[in-house]
């Protein structure tokens, strides 16, 4: 999510929220969406659940305001009636956007508090129990690959949303692990029916590539009904492969009043999604830096290839000084990768004398 404030009177403000490609998806259950009404549909579910009655803008499938606005994943722009950006930061600050709209309107004789707003705030669609089918620890930090769902082969909504996903390996050298994850999509309130068959998937390795094994299948669950999702690790080769992969997979989407079968299939291919975004599991002490790391080029405001303590979103200002392993109040791109590995095993950071 993005703030965009457009000033239009030297007394007044207007606020506006960006809905763009999720920095975390599968945070709060939620997942990418892979058209533009569903993209809608996420702004009419934020708008229930925040109870804010700011408007929202909504950017395109192509994330063109996304890449235009450096990619930030919480940023915020103040534009002023000539559209000239008057101030920006990577990360949304609300003491430091008090002081900026301070400066370029003016003050106020009375601030206006959360409580004066009058939001009415609603939890999460929660259509079926989680924590049912234990989830994939993975490692390492693994990236999005691109991927494409084939409309053209399915006449109904992709209920449930593949995430391919690559191991550092994979994607550096051709060979490593890939992640295949099934996602229910919760905006249309489907879950898993346990008494119907499992979900099965087929991967379509094109020539040159190997992928192992090519076909899988859901696990057994007890319970009636799940929303967790169905994860795989699989060992893939990219080889000579120039062709993406075609992934197919066979499920049934079910509500409370209806259950059907389905067979849907993505296109995959061997880069990385730089709109991917990143999943929040595996050891959740090292998400903070896994963020940073994913998010590093972003946060650089001025290029110069490392981050100031300023550059950095105010919770990750905190631990600061535990990056910064040489002491020279900055962080570089090694030191993060330093830390992300401490934390994923655990071990304690240590500064560099």
Same mark, same amino acid.
């Given at each position: $999510?993005?703030?965009?404030? &457009?000033?239009?009177?030297?007394?007044?403000?207007?606020?506006?929220?960006?809905?763009?490609?999720?920095?975390?998806?599968? +945070?709060?259950?939620?997942?990418?969406?892979?058209?533009?009404?569903?993209?809608?549909?996420?702004?009419?579910?934020?708008?229930?659940?925040?109870?804010?009655?700011?408007?929202?803008?909504?950017?395109?499938?192509?994330? !063109?305001?996304?890449?235009?606005?450096?990619?930030?994943?919480?940023?915020?722009?103040?534009?002023?009636?000539?559209?000239?950006?008057?101030?920006?930061?990577?990360?949304?600050?609300?003491?430091?956007?008090?002081?900026?709209?301070?400066?370029?309107?003016?003050?106020?004789?009375?601030?206006?508090?959360?409580?004066? +707003?009058?939001?009415?705030?609603?939890?999460?669609?929660?259509?079926?129990?989680?924590?049912?089918?234990?989830?994939?620890?993975?490692?390492?930090?693994?990236?999005?690959?691109?991927?494409?769902?084939?409309?053209?082969?399915?006449?109904?909504?992709?209920?449930?949303? +593949?995430?391919?996903?690559?191991?550092?390996?994979? +994607?550096?050298?051709?060979?490593?692990?890939?992640?295949?994850?099934?996602?229910?999509?919760?905006?249309?309130?489907?879950?898993?029916?346990?008494?119907?068959?499992?979900?099965?998937?087929?991967?379509?390795?094109?020539?040159?590539?190997?992928?192992?094994?090519?076909?899988?299948?859901?696990?057994?669950?007890?319970?009636?009904?799940?929303?967790?999702?169905?994860?795989?690790?699989?060992?893939?080769?990219?080889?000579?492969?120039?062709?993406?992969? &075609?992934?197919?997979?066979?499920?049934?989407?079910?509500?409370?009043?209806?259950?059907?079968?389905?067979?849907?299939?993505?296109?995959?291919?061997?880069?990385?999604?730089?709109?991917?975004?990143?999943?929040?599991?595996?050891?959740?002490?090292?998400?903070?830096?896994?963020?940073?790391?994913?998010?590093?080029?972003?946060?650089?405001?001025?290029?110069?290839?490392?981050?100031?303590?300023? !550059?950095?979103?105010?919770?990750?200002?905190?631990?600061?000084?535990?990056?910064?392993?040489?002491?020279?109040?900055?962080?570089?791109?090694?030191?993060?990768?330093?830390?992300?590995?401490? $934390?994923?095993?655990?071990?304690?950071?240590?500064?560099?004398?």
């Amino acid at each position: $999510m993005e703030t965009i404030l &457009r000033d239009y009177s030297p007394k007044g403000v207007q606020f506006f929220y960006l809905y763009k490609a999720l920095a975390h998806p599968d +945070l709060h259950g939620y997942i990418t969406p892979v058209t533009l009404d569903e993209r809608m549909k996420h702004i009419r579910e934020a708008k229930r659940t925040l109870g804010s009655q700011i408007p929202w803008l909504c950017d395109t499938m192509s994330n !063109e305001l996304k890449h235009t606005l450096a990619d930030a994943p919480n940023s915020e722009f103040l534009i002023n009636p000539e559209g000239k950006v008057v101030a920006r930061r990577a990360w949304s600050d609300p003491d430091a956007l008090r002081k900026d709209l301070e400066e370029h309107i003016g003050r106020v004789d009375r601030v206006t508090q959360v409580s004066d +707003l009058n939001m009415k705030t609603a939890e999460p669609p929660k259509h079926a129990p989680t924590g049912i089918v234990p989830r994939l620890a993975l490692s390492e930090r693994y990236r999005q690959l691109r991927a494409e769902p084939q409309f053209s082969k399915t006449k109904n909504p992709f209920y449930v949303k +593949l995430r391919a996903e690559a191991d550092p390996a994979l +994607l550096r050298e051709g060979k490593g692990k890939l992640y295949l994850g099934f996602y229910l999509d919760p905006i249309y309130g489907v879950h898993w029916n346990n008494e119907a068959a499992p979900v099965t998937f087929e991967v379509f390795a094109p020539e040159g590539a190997t992928v192992t094994p090519l076909k899988g299948r859901g696990p057994k669950v007890e319970q009636p009904a799940d929303a967790d999702p169905r994860e795989f690790l699989l060992d893939a080769a990219r080889g000579t492969a120039t062709a993406p992969m &075609r992934i197919s997979f066979r499920y049934y989407a079910c509500t409370d009043t209806w259950c059907i079968p389905l067979t849907q299939e993505y296109l995959v291919h061997w880069d990385a999604d730089r709109d991917g975004g990143a999943r929040q599991s595996g050891n959740p002490a090292a998400n903070g830096p896994m963020r940073l790391l994913s998010q590093y080029d972003a946060f650089d405001a001025n290029r110069d290839g490392k981050l100031s303590k300023e !550059e950095l979103p105010v919770p990750m200002q905190q631990r600061f000084s535990m990056m910064d392993a040489n002491s020279d109040g900055f962080v570089d791109r090694a030191e993060v990768e330093v830390m992300v590995e401490r $934390m994923r095993n655990q071990g304690p950071p240590r500064k560099k004398r």
